[in-house]
């Protein structure tokens, strides 16, 4: 076996695509050529003749620079006609006999489809994440804003804002454990309610319609539940040795709209002076930030001796 047989032989395990053209850019010989390129017969013809007209406009014009200067071209094209569209990546050389005079062009082409597949797949992860992070950074940049707001020193405030950054963060990790698709309303009622009431006695018992959240419900709705788990804790019912606290669910049409929304209502016995008579953060986030974020409506009625909080989420925002 000659050398020419057997590099060609290997060749043909490759898959790698070579071309061999003489100086007028005809095609002399091929190996691998695909079947959609001219039937798999491409020998004669010129790059015109089989390559997608894109490409072929770009390779001759390459391959006629080749001829003149003798240095390798490159370049990358798609072929939009094939099934499913096949990307390549293209390298062109001269071939010189031992006078240096070239006798023609050697073309080798590689298929890189599911190279730019990643690619495009990985860009589309980064803007993602780079999209989700701004909307969670702007999470942030407002809890840190209000809650030094409605807090009277540096101390009170490191205390409430880092519950608020550890709900936020118990939150996250349920979304990024779906791969970004969301949670489960019941996870992320025991996810917020757990951090407190482990083996304290008291409970939260959720009742109705468990839903799967989209990230940003997710994200808002954990916060409402770390506000009002963290009021009951102060002067409600979880305050007290064995408090009770009904949290329900349910999916029903409201005000005439054509899909169900999500009813979510907290219901407790407590002594919820000092959250009327003092305006915080707590009630700024229960009825104005997480209903707003969700495009919902969220009303908050604190009596003598009860509390309860009515969260209208539309359907947008979950999936039953």
């Known amino acids: 076996m000659d050398v020419r047989r057997g590099l060609l032989r290997a060749l043909r395990n490759t898959g790698i695509i070579v071309i061999y053209q003489t ?19 491409v020998a004669g013809r010129t790059d015109g003749e089989f390559l ?13 620079a080749v001829l003149a200067s003798g240095v390798q071209e490159t370049m990358e094209f798609r072929d939009s006609v094939a099934e499913g569209a096949r990307w390549y990546d293209m390298w062109i050389d001269a071939d010189h006999d031992d006078d240096g005079v070239i006798q023609g062009i050697v073309t080798t082409i590689v298929e890189v489809t599911e190279r730019k597949n990643r690619e495009q797949t990985l860009r589309t992860l980064l803007r993602e994440v780079s999209h989700r992070s701004k909307n969670l950074l702007a999470i942030i940049q407002a809890i840190a804003t209000q809650t030094g707001r409605y807090s009277s020193g540096i101390e009170t405030f490191l205390e409430r804002f880092r519950g608020r950054l550890q709900s936020l963060a118990s939150s996250q990790d349920l979304v990024t454990s779906s791969n970004w698709r969301g949670a489960m309303l019941s996870e992320l009622v025991d996810g917020q309610v757990n951090r407190f009431l482990t083996d304290s006695g008291n409970e939260v018992r959720f009742d109705g319609n468990d839903v799967y959240l989209n990230p940003n419900a997710a994200l808002h709705i954990g916060l409402a539940l770390h506000e009002l788990v963290v ?14 606290v009904i949290l329900t669910s349910q999916i029903e049409k409201t005000n005439g709209e054509a899909a169900p929304s999500l009813i979510l209502q907290w219901c407790e016995e407590t002594d919820a002076r000092e959250m009327r008579e003092e305006r915080r953060f707590g009630s700024v986030a229960l009825e104005r930030v997480v209903p707003l974020s969700l495009d919902g409506k969220a009303q908050l009625s604190v009596g003598d001796k009860r509390l309860d909080y009515r969260l209208v989420v539309p359907a947008a925002n979950f999936e039953s």
């Open 23 to 41: 100086p007028d850019l005809r095609v002399r010989w091929a190996q691998n050529i695909p079947e959609g390129w001219a039937q798999g017969d």
């Open 52 to 64: 997608p007209p894109l490409a072929s406009e770009r390779a001759l014009e390459l391959k006629r």
């Open 231 to 244: 009021n009951s804790l102060s002067h409600g019912a979880l305050s007290k040795p064995n408090g009770r």
